[in-house]
């Protein structure tokens, strides 16, 4: 029971803390306004954390806890999509609280070099490890732009969730599409991308079936 309730107020002081971050950014800030929402003690805090920076630094590592790991057998189109659907919707993922802490880090460069630091950049090299595994498979094209194509994926998620407020809004197929979408390509087959016929645009037939392989999903 004593570890329960350990647990118990381990998760109040990081939710607690991630709410102060997202009401007041960095600067207002205080371990008195976290522990009085967590119902805390100060003390119990600092048991746990040496210092306000700490506690501020470690409540944002854990909106990425249990980022899902790559499944290198299964089809790149599932990893991403498996990947990207946390981010959509995932409580720890920040999906509701990111979208208020960046209002504040918008005037607030210390919060938001924290937040893409903490939480961002880990997930940003998570993607791309995931497009670096699809080209090495034969998956995915040779000479992809990964941040770029990074980028695409990522972007469309986080408004997606702004605009339809949060993981709880919006078609829950958003994602597959989204990726489906991507790794199909926008140009239509025997067309450049500025309309003008190009014979040479028509996929070759191992480009089809590195295409095919990329968007079976498990």
């Known amino acids: 029971m004593a570890r329960q309730r350990s647990e118990e107020v381990d998760a109040a002081i990081v939710s607690s803390a991630l709410a102060v971050i997202a009401d007041r950014?960095?600067?207002?800030?205080?371990?008195?306004?976290?522990?009085?929402?967590?119902?805390?003690?100060?003390?119990?805090?600092?048991?746990?954390?040496?210092?306000?920076?700490?506690?501020?630094?470690?409540?944002?590592?854990?909106?990425?806890?249990?980022?899902?790991?790559?499944?290198?057998?299964?089809?790149?189109?599932?990893?991403?999509?498996?990947?990207?659907?946390?981010?959509?919707?995932?409580?720890?993922?920040?999906?509701?609280?990111?979208?208020?802490?960046?209002?504040q880090a918008k005037s607030n460069p210390q919060l938001f070099q924290l937040c893409h630091e903490r939480v961002i950049l880990p997930r940003w090299q998570r993607v791309q490890e995931a497009l670096k595994l699809g080209i090495d498979r034969g998956e995915l094209a040779d000479d992809l732009d990964i941040e770029v194509t990074a980028s695409m994926l990522v972007s469309p998620v986080l408004m997606y969730n702004i605009l339809n407020g949060g993981g709880r809004g919006g078609r829950k197929d958003f994602v597959s599409r989204l990726v489906k979408q991507a790794l199909h390509g926008l140009a239509a087959t025997g067309e450049s991308v500025d309309g003008q016929t190009d014979r040479a645009a028509k996929p070759s037939r191992r480009t089809t079936r590195r295409l095919r392989r990329a968007l079976t999903t498990d």
């Open 25 to 103: 950014g960095i600067e207002g800030f205080s371990v008195e306004e976290v522990a009085s929402r967590a119902s805390a003690g100060k003390a119990t805090i600092y048991r746990r954390y040496a210092d306000r920076n700490e506690l501020i630094n470690s409540a944002l590592e854990t909106l990425n806890d249990d980022l899902p790991a790559i499944d290198k057998q299964a089809s790149t189109a599932t990893v991403l999509i498996d990947m990207l659907e946390w981010v959509r919707t995932s409580r720890t993922s920040g999906a509701e609280l990111l979208p208020r802490i960046f209002a």
